[in-house]
């Protein structure tokens, strides 16, 4: 059974950083996809940033050269680094594992989930 869990969400200014990471559980290699997604009130998740296995990284373009998505195969841990936060990212983030490696951005095609992280950022 495979485990994630996220941490590093807390409250920050708007300008400023965080850094998230995700934990992996229950696989001993790194042959999978993974993506961070975002839940703010009311609205639906949606994608953030993908680390897809032989396509590098992918962004959503409300994010695009501001996060950065990177991995740590050796520590089985993913990151997501932050910056130039707005007021509007802020949500509870996800972390999320696609174990078949379709390089798509939607929910439906992410088989496990963590618990999800609150990221606030203030004006």
């Known amino acids: 059974q495979v485990q994630l869990v996220e941490s590093g969400g807390g409250l920050v200014q708007a300008g400023g950083s965080l850094r998230l990471s995700c934990v992996v559980s229950g696989r001993t290699d790194s042959q999978y996809s993974m993506g961070w997604f975002r839940q703010a009130p009311g609205k639906e998740r949606e994608f953030v940033a993908a680390s897809w296995i032989g396509r590098s990284t992918y962004y959503a373009d409300s994010v695009k050269g501001r996060f950065t998505i990177a991995r740590d195969n050796a520590k089985n841990t993913m990151y997501l680094q932050m910056n130039s936060l707005k007021p509007e990212d802020t949500a509870i983030y996800y972390c999320?594992?696609?174990?078949?490696?379709?390089?798509?951005?939607?929910?439906?095609?992410?088989?496990?989930w963590g618990q999800g992280t609150q990221v606030t950022v203030s004006s």
């Open positions: 999320a594992a696609d174990l078949f490696n379709r390089l798509r951005t939607e929910v439906q095609f992410y088989d496990y």
